[in-house]
Nanobody, 119 residues
């Protein structure tokens, strides 16, 4: 099992910045992709950004150029730097970790952290 603990959410004005962190613990061997999803009220959960163990990144079109994902493999931690925040970025942000197929391919989720952007 992998446990994920998120931090860094909060309330910020439009145009501001926040940095989310997610630390993985437990059976962290074989973690492949780490990422962030978000879910706004009344909407489906959507991918925000992901990063592979080799550093390849993927972003939702809506956050390209504003958000940056990074990871510290030694500490099993993934970060999401969010700049130029907009009201539409308001959502619960969830950390996501996927193990490699060779290690079972399981997916794990954090408990979520609220990000609220006021206009």
């Amino acid at each position: 099992q992998v446990q994920l603990v998120e931090s860094g959410g909060g309330l910020v004005q439009a145009g501001g910045s926040l940095r989310l962190s997610c630390a993985a613990s437990g059976s962290t061997f074989g973690i492949n992709t780490m990422g962030w999803y978000r879910q706004a009220p009344g909407k489906q959960r959507e991918l925000v950004a992901s990063i592979s163990s080799g550093g390849s990144t993927n972003y939702a079109d809506s956050v390209k150029g504003r958000f940056a994902i990074s990871r510290d493999n030694a500490k099993n931690t993934v970060f999401l730097q969010m700049n130029s925040l907009k009201s539409e970025d308001t959502a619960i942000y969830y950390c996501n970790v996927v193990k490699s197929i060779l290690d079972g391919g399981a997916t794990y989720w954090g408990q979520g952290t609220q990000v609220t952007v006021s206009s």
